[in-house]
């Protein structure tokens, strides 16, 4: 050790000590920085995660709202589309009868022919389509036309002494009997035309 350098006088320890002292103490303020710094990376990273977990909550909200809607979409879809497939199968069912029920109302147009045996014949050609057309509601009522068409057909054809006679024998014979029946036949076939329709149009109405 130079000279007029003398160590330090150790009280209660060796100079060495005091030097380990020191040392220590620079390196404790040295770890302080370094401790708040990684304390203050910590807390930031937690700040970040907790901020982060609403949004991800946030998202999958979303995404569970488009799937319920795209859900609905499709059922709503696919009603339409049943909706569509039972207005093809009625119109497919009953296609047969409603060109009955078209033809019906096209001879119902006509006159009665002046020929007996053409009148005979229109007649039973209008039995046959109302048959075919609705049975349950129109059988019945093309049945009474012909059962009083021939009393009708003889008066028609019949000569009388004056229009008076006509007249009383036209309610005396029976003949104004097969007027009512053709009258109510006539509608009955605009009744069931306007259900047929009716059914159609409220299967329309369901995939609107």
Known sequence: MGAGLRPWPARGGSTVSIIERR??????????????????????????????????????????????????????????????????????????????????????????PEARDDAQAYLDKIQRLANKADPSRLGQFASRMLETAPTFLSWRDEDFASPAERDAAFLTSGASGFTTDFTELKDAVLLSVANRLDAILSLRDRIR
Do not use: F, I, V
């Not at 770890?31 to 949004?55: E, V």
């Not at 609905?72 to 909706?83: I, V, Y």
């Not at 207005?87 to 006509?110: G, V």
């Open 23 to 112: 040392t220590t103490s620079r390196a404790s303020s040295a770890r302080g920085p370094l401790l708040a710094t990684t304390t203050h990376a910590s807390s930031s990273g937690y700040h970040a995660t907790m901020h982060a977990k609403p949004r991800s909550s946030s998202l999958h909200a979303a995404r569970t709202e488009e799937l319920a809607q795209a859900k609905a979409e499709l059922a709503k879809a696919q009603a339409k589309a049943d909706g569509l497939q039972d207005l093809l199968d009625a119109l497919d069912e009953d296609y047969d009868a409603m060109e009955a029920q078209r033809q019906l109302l096209l001879e119902l147009r006509k006159d009665l």
